[in-house]
Nanobody, 123 residues
Framework: QVQLVESGGGSVQAGGSLRLSCALSGIFNRNVMAWFRQAPGKEREGIASFYPRDSLTLYADSVKGRFILSQNKDMNTLYLQMNKLEPEDTAMYYC?????????????????WGQGTQVTVSS
C-alpha cells in the first residue's frame, strides 16, 4: 500500500524555522521526490525536488537559499528544512513522488501525493 505522510507543519512567526517530514512506504518508483505547496486561491507550486539517481536537488526561486531538501539514507523519508520563513510561505505543504511526465515543478506529472501539512507564518 502506497503511503506518503507529511508532518512537522505548524504556526511560526516570520523569521522562524520549521522542518517538515514526509514518510514514504509502498513506493518502488522514486525517480523524483518533491515538495509542493498551495496557498488559498493559488495554484500548487513546486518548491523543491530531488533526483535520487543523479543526486540532484532543485529549488524554486521563491525558496532558494532559505529552504533545504534532504532525505535519509534509505530514501524513505524526505525532509524540508524551512528557514527565514515569511508570511508568503503560508500554505499547505505536500510531498510528491514519482514523476511520470513533464517538469519537476508540474504537479500534474506526479502520481503519488501525501495529504499535506499546514504551515502558517505570522508577521
Amino acid at each position: 500500500q502506497v503511503q506518503l505522510v507529511e508532518s512537522g507543519g505548524g504556526s511560526v512567526q516570520a523569521g522562524g524555522s520549521l522542518r517538515l517530514s514526509c514518510a514514504l512506504s509502498g513506493i518502488f518508483n522514486r525517480n523524483v521526490m518533491a515538495w509542493f505547496r498551495q496557498a488559498p486561491g493559488k495554484e500548487r507550486e513546486g518548491i523543491a525536488s530531488f533526483y535520487p539517481r543523479d543526486s540532484l536537488t532543485l529549488y524554486a526561486d521563491s525558496v532558494k537559499g532559505r529552504f533545504i531538501l534532504s532525505q535519509n539514507k534509505d530514501m524513505n523519508t524526505l525532509y524540508l528544512q524551512m528557514n527565514k520563513l515569511e508570511p508568503e510561505d503560508t500554505a499547505m505543504y505536500y510531498c510528491a513522488v514519482n514523476l511520470l511526465r513533464g517538469s519537476w515543478n508540474d504537479s500534474s506529472g506526479y502520481n503519488y501525493w501525501g495529504q499535506g501539512t499546514q504551515v502558517t507564518v505570522s508577521s
